[in-house]
T-cell receptor, first 112, second 109 residues
Framework: TAGITQAPTSQILAAGRSMTLRCTQD?????MYWYRQDLGLGLRLIHY???????GKGEVPDGYSVSRANTDDFPLTLASAVPSQTSVYFC???????????FGPGTRLTVL | GQNIDQPTEMTATEGAIVQINCTYQ??????LFWYQQHAGEAPTFLSY????GLEEKGRFSSFLSRSKGYSYLLLKELQMKDSASYLC??????????FGAGTTVTVRA
C-alpha cells in the first residue's frame, strides 16, 4: 500500500518560476493538508481541504494555491517562486479532522 | 494565533527515561497529538489525548491536563532508534492542527 506519495523528492527552482508539487493518497481520506517545515519553526499549515471540491487557507497561504478536483490528489502550486519559499513541504491526509494525519515523504524545495 | 511550547533539545542515555513537556495556549481544544520525526523523514503518529490522564502504548506514554494546558510524552527504556524529533500538536476550535517547533532527543550509548 503506497499510502501518500509526493513528487518530486527535491527540486531546485529559479526565483520567478512556477512549480507544482504533487500529492496523491490512496487511503480515500476526506481531508488533505499542505505544510512547510522550516528549522526552528516547526510545521506550518499552508492550505487544507476537508473534502473534494473545497479548499481553505492555513497559517501561511500567501504565494501558494491549491486545488482538490478529486479525493486522491491535492497539488500545491507556487505561481512565482521566491527564495523565502525554500523549505521542506509535507502533504498529509486524514479521514476526519479529529483523527491522526498521515504524512507523505516530503519535497525539499530550494529557490535561488 | 496558537502558542505551543516544548524544549528544543534533550539528551538521555540508552535504557533511561525521558519526559518531553508541552504547554499550550490555544483557541479551544479538541485534542493533542504527539508525532515522531526521524531526520530527513516524515512525521509519524505516536499518540492522541483528548481527555485528562495517561495513555500508555508500549514504551511510550502520553499525559494530558486540560486545565493546565499541559502534556508530556514519556519515553521509557530508551533505544538508539528513539533519537528523533518529537512534535506536540494541538487541535483547536478551527480544527487546523497547530504544531510546536519540536524537541530533538538524542540517545547516547
Amino acid at each position: 500500500t503506497a499510502g501518500i506519495t509526493q513528487a518530486p523528492t527535491s527540486q531546485i527552482l529559479a526565483a520567478g518560476r512556477s512549480m507544482t508539487l504533487r500529492c496523491t493518497q490512496d487511503m480515500r481520506h476526506n481531508a488533505m493538508y499542505w505544510y512547510r517545515q522550516d528549522l526552528g519553526l516547526g510545521l506550518r499549515l499552508i492550505h487544507y481541504s476537508n473534502t473534494a471540491g473545497t479548499t481553505g487557507k492555513g497559517e501561511v497561504p500567501d504565494g501558494y494555491s491549491v486545488s482538490r478536483a478529486n479525493t486522491d490528489d491535492f497539488p500545491l502550486t507556487l505561481a512565482s517562486a521566491v527564495p523565502s519559499q525554500t523549505s521542506v513541504y509535507f502533504c498529509a491526509s486524514s479521514d476526519e479532522e479529529v483523527n491522526e494525519q498521515f504524512f507523505g515523504p516530503g519535497t525539499r524545495l530550494t529557490v535561488l | 494565533g496558537q502558542n505551543i511550547d516544548q524544549p528544543t533539545e534533550m539528551t538521555a542515555t540508552e535504557g533511561a527515561i525521558v519526559q518531553i513537556n508541552c504547554t499550550y495556549q490555544t483557541s479551544g481544544f479538541n485534542g493533542l497529538f504527539w508525532y515522531q520525526q526521524h531526520a530527513g523523514e516524515a512525521p509519524t503518529f505516536l499518540s492522541y489525548n483528548v481527555l485528562d490522564g495517561l495513555e500508555e502504548k508500549g514504551r511510550f506514554s502520553s499525559f494530558l491536563s486540560r486545565s493546565k494546558g499541559y502534556s508530556y510524552l514519556l519515553l521509557k527504556e530508551l533505544q538508539m532508534k528513539d533519537s528523533a524529533s518529537y512534535l506536540c500538536a494541538v487541535l483547536p476550535n478551527d480544527y487546523k492542527l497547530s504544531f510546536g517547533a519540536g524537541t530533538t532527543v538524542t540517545v547516547r550509548a
